[in-house]
């Protein structure tokens, strides 16, 4: 009778063989790979993100680890990552705004001081979470550390902060009472906007109230914001400023304060924040891309940022103001053509961005706070206090404004100016429902 192998042996054997194969496919990869946390990454692409980095980070003067997982670094205000753009290498610092944009109150009416007086003395005020754990000195400004295992996962080193572009086009018809608009759609963007047109501006304002929209997949977003534009829908320039959920720029879906430009439609231009050189800032208080808190829930106190664009007229500088008393940077005039002079129109509301906008079935991502747009300020994404700056001194109410919206059944507006001392506007909605299938 032959020896042979009981039938532990035999799995123990097939187990080692096993073991032995995936060593091999393993030390394969590494051959043509780098693993990093569990993951494989290309040699080309590692090289890619220590150049990012390289380009991004500066030498800290202090470090802070905030609570909900983020690093700030308060770096030299001599040596942020701005100057890295070639048309600011030889930029000289503006340290503060040539007039105060915060006395602006001359032009304002009753109600908008009575307004402004309540909102200064009410819970309502947004922060940001880092600040429970330190602060940065004077002459630093806070810079939410960009990690490599956020670069690594981006689908695009170049791209990474950057809006995703789209030359697809394809054709919208929004409706409100008696106005009608069309609106050329960027393809994969989704937009619930009310907006002016037709002179020349040289600022927007907005209180936005602050929500945690649900975004469904990490490639997808989504904003609420006050926006300056200038140039042909296919190459537009613009300033934006307001809060956002993006997992693909920040790593995660907290709700985070925001800037973003770009000079080509997002094609090649711009950024979120401080993710590529161009946006200078001067504020040692506010970290762009740092979380705020606390965050407005449907029927509850209503938290909200106050975000102020305006065009500095001695130095064109685009400033970005933050809760009417913090100025926390700008975009200088060198970045831009058209916008080196003004804006041809302005936006207050939400965008999501998903491949899956158009289509069925349609993105889960929300806007606003995902319920559709309402006239009770303490349900849906909501925007007050809406301001524009032209020629003229002084802050105003636009003339005449048009609400657009690119999927009604999606995410919807709601414009209300009758029966209230100040004009005010609603967004928002679920993405999928049975509207939006």
């Given at each position: ?323 009417e008393k913090i100025n926390v940077g700008y975009w200088p005039p060198e970045l831009f053509v058209a916008l080196s002079y003004h804006a041809t129109s302005a936006e207050w509301g939400g965008e999501v961005y998903s491949s899956r906008v158009g289509t069925t079935p349609h993105t889960k991502t929300d806007m606003g706070s995902g319920h ?66």
């Amino acid at each position: 009778m032959g020896k042979g192998l009981c039938s532990g042996e035999v799995i123990r054997l097939r187990g080692m063989k096993m073991m032995v194969i995936m060593l091999g496919v393993t030390v394969t990869l590494i051959r043509f790979g780098v693993l990093v946390e569990g993951d494989l990454f290309s040699k080309q692409k590692i090289l890619e993100v220590e150049r990012k980095l390289t380009q991004l980070r500066r030498p800290a003067v202090k470090t802070i680890q905030s609570e909900d997982g983020d690093i700030i670094d308060c770096i030299d205000i001599y040596k942020q990552p701005a100057f890295g753009h070639p048309a600011l290498r030889n930029h000289t610092i503006q340290m503060a705004p040539t007039y105060d944009a915060t006395k602006e109150t001359k032009t304002m009416g009753k109600m908008d001081r009575w307004k402004k007086r309540n909102e200064e003395q009410s819970p309502t005020t947004v922060k940001q979470t880092w600040h429970k754990s330190g602060s940065c000195p004077q002459g630093t400004i806070p810079v939410r550390r960009i990690r490599k295992k956020e670069l690594l996962r981006a689908s695009s080193v170049k791209d990474h902060g950057r809006k995703k572009h789209s030359s697809t086009l394809s054709r919208h018809v929004s409706e409100f009472s008696d106005n009608k608009t069309v609106n050329l759609q960027r393809a994969n963007h989704s937009k619930a906007i009310l907006f002016t047109d037709g002179y020349r501006y040289n600022g927007a304002k907005g209180d936005i109230k602050v929500y945690n929209p649900a975004v469904e997949l990490d490639d997808e977003y989504s904003t609420s914001q006050v926006c300056l534009i200038n140039g042909a829908y296919y190459d537009f320039e613009s300033v934006e400023s307001g809060w956002a959920v993006n997992p693909s720029v920040y790593g995660d879906r907290q709700t985070r304060f925001f800037v973003y430009w770009t000079v080509d439609g997002s094609k090649k231009t711009g950024c979120f924040d401080l993710t590529c050189p161009g946006f200078v800032q001067t504020s040692h208080e506010i970290a762009l891309g740092a979380a705020i808190y606390p965050i407005s829930v449907p029927n509850g106190l209503p938290y909200q940022i106050i975000v102020y664009i305006y065009k500095d007229p001695v130095t064109s500088n685009w400033w970005v103001q933050y809760g009417e008393k913090i100025n926390v940077g700008y975009w200088p005039p060198e970045l831009f053509v058209a916008l080196s002079y003004h804006a041809t129109s302005a936006e207050w509301g939400g965008e999501v961005y998903s491949s899956r906008v158009g289509t069925t079935p349609h993105t889960k991502t929300d806007m606003g706070s995902g319920h559709f747009a309402d006239s009770v300020w303490g349900t849906s994404g909501a925007i007050r206090r809406i301001r524009i700056h032209e020629n003229s001194p002084g802050l105003k109410f636009p003339d005449i404004v048009t609400t657009l919206m690119d999927e009604f059944n999606c995410y919807n507006v709601r414009y209300l100016s009758d029966y209230v001392e100040d004009p005010e506007f609603y967004y928002g909605g679920p993405g999928r429902n049975y509207m939006c299938p």
